[in-house]
């Protein structure tokens, strides 16, 4: 490796602009600038001191802040492209499977759908793309704080009090003039700054004052916030540390909870209330009376099962662990599961009655009723009339080679095949029985089963979430809000005062950022201690401020 | 001479943390892809343990899955609604009689249908091999069962040999039967 030799006599490594030690302009670029560049203090990044083999390349190739925002401008306009058509768990079947997905997009929104759900761009989240270009962001994140936050740290810890003439001169607020007391001027400088809370230090005649270093660590801070954020999201790839999944509950029914092996649900009853014009004050009645009602309440009220652990699955013996009534932003809690109200549908068939009547005569035999659920085989009226239940059809579509058809099994539009025996048939009467339509397959009954009444349950949308990474999320949010503070409401201010050989009195002042304050600072001490008037030398047209980060490479 | 000495060991060494560092990024990205574009919901894989489970079937007899350890295990996942269930059941039928003493077992897991149904199937199509109801779905959701019907092919060793998530050829079932034999 190269370096670069300073006059003072200080080896400086390959790319640093300002002598580490004494503080003299190394490389031409600088020395053809009026104003020291003070990025980094002058210090040579990372990226710019080795560049020979494979992994130096890499390196400098992430160490770019130029790369950097590219991959942010790149993940932004992927991210909005991807609000364009709708996102998989979206549409019908929630992407679960691929070619039914595919077909999705592309009757609906042709080639271009075609094209958008091939891409990717219809799963965002999930397309390896997507996630790689956010890794990239990490790496570019952990490689430019690196690169650059060590020989910031290394120059401003080993910053030298006596700076060069050379470099106060080269700096924004400059000052030089005869005083009469050189000694008494300094001491008195160094009393007002030390007033102001600064750091001082003196050495052969020179002075440093300091403070607010740790703005300068703001954006490293900042990064470090963001990196734990990503990694937060990363373990959500991890088995068990992220659950996301949702099920229906009918009430009266116990089912195993989506994602949550061991632990069971059961639905006690689901609450859909609204405020009508009898129930409620001002507040809402002109919503009523535009929309007719508004809903006030959807509730499930659950019992929360466990088995023992190591229990299998299918095993009966789990235990009641607690009942709650489940509302809109009041989930179920239990052992990090949270499971919210999320959807709901009503009045779904639960059970119907028939009463066997005599066809003839209109003589009703008696009633049974059939829970849909968990119909029965056989239905003793009393008097030695029965019904047995053949068979039943949940959801009745049709006939398919005289078999009768169910499409689900949800209880739709139920059928049922009835055997009727009474004391008048002994040997029994069969009758296909469905909604509006009552068919005899074996010939002309005397008997009838007339439809009474029916029953219906609601049923409940759970949503069943566990998110063990929010704490790492959260941390990383809290601590990216610490770094933009750090380094925006805090500026890190350095004044350098030196007598020069001909009994001249030398003052420099650099800050972060808010140049207005540091002046107000120096104008105070130039007045107590009678510092040489300083001028700012930045010429307004040519420079402006350039925060650090924005590299030239 | 000395400096430059320590310069080059220096750069030796940052080259090490560099690599280092990239190398750890590369890997927990890489990884993370990985798992998440594999991600296919697919709970059990072939080559698992087939999760252990016990449900009760038609006749109130207890079956535990472990307990055909060393046995075969036609583990089938089906609805009476769905049709290509219908069609393959008289096959399972046909060849459960003919390997059950050649220690292949067949069980039929229902998702959570009434008894009175799965019942009037099982008169309707004579079949006689074991159907169990998982009346909470908590089976149904240990393996992740989407499709009706699936299948889960399950070794002597206790191990997913196959999954299979369409309907079965009379053929095709014969072949997978002779495939999960204890040798």
């Known amino acids: ?553 | 001479m000395n400096k430059q000495q320590e310069r080059e060991q220096k750069r030796k060494r940052q080259q090490i943390i560099r690599t280092a560092i990239l190398a750890v990024l590369a890997i927990a990205i890489v990884y993370t892809i990985v798992v998440n574009v594999t991600k296919d919901e697919d709970i059990v894989k072939v080559g698992d343990t087939a999760p252990d489970f016990e449900l009760v079937d038609l006749e109130g007899n207890t079956h535990r899955l472990s307990d055909y350890r060393g046995e075969g295990v036609f583990l089938n996942f089906w609805g009476t609604w769905c049709g290509p269930c219908k069609k393959e059941m008289p096959h399972m039928e046909k060849y459960f009689n003919e390997f059950e003493d050649q220690g292949v077992n067949i069980l039929a897991v229902n998702i959570s249908e009434s008894d009175l149904k799965v019942q009037s199937f099982a008169n309707t199509y004579g079949l006689t091999f074991p159907i169990v109801i998982d009346k909470t779905n908590s089976v149904r959701d240990a393996y992740n069962v989407r499709p009706l019907p699936t299948t889960f092919l399950v070794g002597p060793d206790g191990k997913v040999k196959k999954i299979i998530e369409t309907e079965m050829s009379e053929q095709e079932i014969k072949t997978y039967m002779e495939s999960i034999m204890p040798s």
């Not at chain 1, 020291?36 to 390196?59: C, L, P, Q």
């Not at chain 1, 929360?304 to 509302?327: D, F, H, Q």
């Not at chain 1, 068979?391 to 739709?412: K, L, R, S, V």
């Open chain 1, 1 to 553: 490796m190269s370096s670069i030799k300073c006059e003072c006599g200080h080896l400086n490594p390959e790319g640093t602009d300002i002598c580490q030690n004494c503080g003299r302009p190394l490389s031409t670029e600088e020395k053809s600038k009026k104003l020291a560049d003070m990025r980094y203090d002058g210090a040579a990044i990372r990226s710019k001191t080795h560049k020979r083999t494979v992994v130096d390349k890499i390196w400098n190739f992430f160490s770019s802040v130029r790369v950097g925002v590219g991959i942010i401008i790149a993940i932004l306009v992927a991210s909005a492209i991807g609000t364009i058509l709708p996102q998989v768990f979206y549409i019908p079947g929630g992407g679960a499977n691929e070619a039914q997905t595919a077909r999705y997009y592309e009757d609906n929104y042709g080639i271009f759908g075609q094209i958008y759900n091939a891409l990717g761009l219809s799963d965002l989240y999930g397309s390896w793309w997507f996630m790689t270009l956010v890794g990239m962001l990490g790496i570019s994140l952990v490689v430019v704080s690196l690169d650059r936050g060590i020989p910031l740290y290394k120059s401003l810890k080993n910053q030298r009090i006596d700076r060069h003439p050379s470099f106060l001169k080269r700096q924004r607020l400059y000052g030089e003039g005869q005083v009469d007391d050189p000694d008494a001027v300094m001491k008195k400088a160094a009393e007002k700054l030390k007033e102001q809370r600064y750091n001082i230090r003196e050495k052969n005649g020179a002075l440093l004052a300091e403070k607010g270093r740790w703005a300068r660590w703001g954006p490293y801070v900042n990064h470090l916030g963001l990196i734990i954020f990503l990694f937060g999201v990363m373990l959500r790839a991890l088995p068990g540390f992220y659950v996301d999944e949702s099920m229906w509950l009918r009430e009266g029914e116990t089912l195993a909870v989506k994602g949550a092996p061991g632990l069971y649900l059961e639905n006690k009853g689901f609450t859909f209330d609204v405020y009508t014009q009898e129930n409620t004050d001002e507040v809402f009645s002109e919503a009523i009376e535009r929309v007719g009602s508004v809903a006030s309440n959807y509730q499930t009220d659950v019992a929360l099962y466990e088995t023992p652990e190591g229990a299998l699955p299918g095993s009966t013996n789990a235990e009641l662990v607690k009942e709650y009534s489940i509302v809109v932003n009041k989930p179920l809690k239990h052992e990090g599961f949270h499971i919210f109200q999320m959807d709901f549908k009503l009045d779904e068939l639960s059970a119907m009655t028939f009463a066997l009547e005599n066809k003839e005569t209109g003589e009703s035999l008696g009633e049974m009723t059939v829970n849909l659920a968990n119909p029965e085989k056989e239905y003793d009226l009393g008097n030695g009339a029965k019904v047995e239940l053949l068979d039943y059809y949940p959801d009745f579509d049709g006939f398919e080679n005289g078999e009768p058809q169910t499409a689900t099994p949800i209880p739709n539009n139920p059928a049922f095949l009835f055997k009727m025996t009474t004391p008048e048939t002994p040997e029994g009467e069969t009758s296909f029985v469905a909604i509006r339509q009552t068919l005899e397959p074996l010939g002309e009954n005397t008997h009838k089963l007339a439809f009474q009444a029916a029953e219906t349950r609601d049923v409940s949308g759970l949503t069943i979430r566990k998110d063990k990474t929010i704490p790492v999320i959260v941390l990383g949010g809290v601590i990216f809000m610490i770094g933009v503070v750090q380094g925006s409401y805090f500026n890190h201010r350095r004044f350098w005062i030196r007598k020069s050989e001909n009994g001249q009195i030398l003052v420099a002042g650099h800050t972060s950022k808010n140049w207005v304050a540091l002046q107000r600072e120096l104008d105070a001490v130039t007045e107590y201690a009678g510092l040489p008037a300083y001028t700012d030398q930045r010429d307004k047209e040519e420079q402006s401020d350039i925060p650090e980060g924005d590299s030239k490479s």
